[in-house]
């Protein structure tokens, strides 16, 4: 059952919202589709397509800069201009909705002439040397330089900064200087995920793009989703870059250097190194990361799977506290895992702060448990261990950097690489990625289970999560309810999804649980509604429902990612980022979850042993209540 939550007034000025003609659904009404002759070819293409979209049919190129296909239109660049007969002036194709027979021409000496003096332009205003650029030959404005024979600055090339680069996030670092001006970040953080952190202040000349009252970004409301790094054209947007400070831990002996991996680096590193989106390199990975130095090499999904235990065992408690205890529970328990999502709660719904599982992310777990267990385990002092976590995103760097992450007595993560600064350090070692010897995870976290998986994508956490709780309850197999034990009902790229499951059964209390319930009878006959929304607009839907008594207020529990599409789609991935190359990068999650031997987090040999051996008091135990849960912070959307 999939429910849409009802509309709510949207933070995006109108200025920032789409604006676009509405294409016909159906080709055979009268009216449907409409011819149009681009370079001397005919093809007919629904009403209001854009002339750049009916290029694309034809296989014809038309270049951009500010276009992007997850924002809406902006035609602020003008890099996309062609003639259009009849037109007194160039006109911009990503703007120009098709609503009668035209002729376009694409490649004429004037609209050539006009995109290289637009590129001329462009760079008379952008400071800085491409080879000391973190975007250096994968910069569209360069790749537009190239293309269009800019081989000198035809009208001049700043000799200084006009800005200061910031960097006082511990995610995003920005340098106004490289800005073009597309505003590709101001839609992607107004539009996309309506935080609203920037905007075009200054008109003419003046225009730039800044924060509230020009403050620092570390100081203004931010959820460091990294978002607007994977939408930057150029390197006026980049991550908080740890690279150099994890190469001279590799290189002090007295350091002990690990790293753990997450789902969805893995599968989408292998496009950094040429090869198609949705190219798994999981095992080729492990190779890479010893031959750069790393001392040991962790699978994150091992804290994924503890995390289900933990997160799962708090749902059943908050249960049992509203329907057997008749007290007041925070319902629904929303995820913790996303660090975006956790900030954006902070920020516009403190008052919801308790309905947060205390779960740490899988991030934060382990690096606890590697500065106590692991640190105890192979007789090192934790003080001589530096942890180092590959993620997806950007905000795992804030993450890490909280100051309540710290319970194993030290900061439990030291540094937060992305994916695209992993990368980087394997190109700076000479590999090549893709043509590595597969090796396996490291003793004594190597054995992962589909559930870890599988919180790449959005709805991952969800799946994982009811694959061991149907089963710890009602005692069946999950493959009984679903087939394969996949719970497709919460896959998927819908901005929001709803499932209803009855509990028609239940089953013996399992002994890993004993210590906290006697019996799930006050389970029986109750009826699971959970949710699933990914981006923060459609958590900002979710959010409003729930204050004004809507159907997601009747929810149990709901899996929020703050990126658009979950982690895979996180701000740390490789540019670009497309609903293809994200559905692609899905399919390779999925992939490689059905090719695991054990698919459920409770099923874990390795989680099940460190119940038995640290954690002993079991899943919400005091030591693990201790080492694997957190508190949050009331931030609100005001700032001093």
């Known amino acids: 059952m999939n429910a849409k939550p009802p509309a709510s007034p949207r933070r995006a000025p109108a200025s920032q919202q789409a604006q676009s003609v509405a294409v016909a659904e159906c080709p055979t009404d009268l009216g449907g589709t409409v011819g149009i002759t681009i370079n001397g070819q005919e093809v007919k293409v629904p009403l209001g397509t854009t002339i750049l979209d009916a290029a694309r049919q034809v296989g014809i190129r038309i270049p951009t800069l500010c276009h992007h296909p997850d924002l809406c239109v902006a035609g602020v660049c003008r890099i996309c201009v062609v003639e259009v007969d009849g037109q007194r002036t160039l006109q911009a194709a990503c703007a ?78 920005r340098d106004n200087n490289k800005c073009v001006l597309c505003r590709r970040c101001v839609r992607t953080c107004i539009d996309l995920q309506e935080v609203g952190t920037i905007e075009v202040l200054g008109r003419g000349s003046a225009s730039h793009i800044a924060t509230f009252l020009e403050k620092p970004l ?35 002996p007295a350091k002990h250097v690990v790293i753990q991996t997450a789902p969805s680096p893995r599968a989408a590193i292998g496009e950094s190194f040429g090869e198609p989106a949705g190219t798994a390199r999981t095992f080729e990975l492990n190779t890479a990361l010893r031959m750069c130095g790393f001392d040991r090499v962790f699978d994150t999904n091992f804290a994924a799977d503890l995390t289900i235990l933990e997160e799962g065992t708090e749902l059943l408690l908050r249960l049992q506290k509203a329907l057997v205890r008749g007290e007041p529970a925070p319902l629904p328990q929303f995820t913790s895992c996303s660090p975006g999502w956790v900030k954006y709660l902070e920020h516009f719904y403190p008052e919801y702060l308790l309905n947060l599982s205390t779960a740490k992310s899988p991030q934060q777990m382990f690096g606890a448990i590697i500065k106590t267990y692991y640190a105890a385990r ?19 760097k804030f993450e890490c950097n909280r100051p309540e992450m710290d319970d194993s007595g030290f900061k439990d993560v030291d540094y937060g690489l992305t994916t695209r600064e992993l990368a980087k350090m394997i190109r700076e070692t000479g590999l090549d990625l893709p043509r590595l010897p597969r090796s396996d995870f490291d003793a004594p976290f190597g054995t992962a289970t589909g559930s870890g998986v599988i919180f790449g994508a959005t709805g991952g956490v969800m799946e994982a999560a009811l694959r061991t709780v149907l089963e710890l309850v ?25 499932l209803e499951l009855p509990i028609t059964r239940v089953g013996p209390v399992p002994p890993l649980l004993a210590h906290l319930f006697e019996s799930w009878d006050f389970l029986k006959g109750a009826t699971l509604k959970v949710a699933v929304a990914h981006g923060t607009a459609n958590a900002r839907k979710v959010m409003e429902d729930i204050k004004r008594g809507g159907p997601f207020s009747q929810c149990h529990f709901i899996e929020v990612m703050g990126c658009p599409g979950g982690c895979l789609g996180g701000g740390g991935q490789p540019a670009p980022t497309t609903p293809e190359i994200r ?10 979850d059905a090719g695991y031997a054990v698919r459920k987090s409770h099923e874990n040999p390795d989680v099940l042993k460190i119940y038995r051996e640290f954690f002993t008091e079991g899943p919400c135990g005091a030591r693990s209540h201790h080492l694997l849960h957190t508190h949050y912070t009331e931030r609100g959307r005001f700032i001093e």
Not at 144 to 167: C, S
Not at 480 to 487: S, V
Not at 488 to 494: A, C, I, L, N, T
């Open 96 to 173: 120009y909705p098709v609503m009668s027979p035209i002729q376009v021409h694409t490649h004429t000496r004037k609209v050539r002439m006009a995109r290289r003096h637009i590129v001329d332009l462009l760079l008379s205003e952008h400071y800085g040397h491409c080879y000391a650029c973190n975007r250096n030959n994968a910069c569209e404005l360069q790749a537009l330089a190239r293309e269009y024979g800019v081989d000198f600055f035809r009208f001049g090339h700043p000799e200084r900064p006009a800005f200061e680069i910031d960097h006082s996030s511990y995610s995003v670092v």
């Open 378 to 396: 192979e007789g090192l002092e934790p003080k001589d261990i530096v942890t180092v976590a590959l993620m997806p995103c950007s905000a795992k």
């Open 583 to 592: 559905r692609a990068r899905a399919q390779a999650i999925y992939a490689e």
């Open 474 to 498: 009602a005692g069946i197999k999950v493959e009984d309810l679903f087939e394969h034990a996949d719970i497709k009902p919460v896959r998927g790229f819908e901005g929001i999804k709803y």
């Open 218 to 252: 570390g100081s203004v409301v931010c959820i460091n989703c990294g978002q607007c790094i994977n939408r930057c054209p150029t390197g006026a947007l980049r991550a908080n870059d740890p690279t150099d400070e994890v190469w001279e831990a590799i290189h002090d």
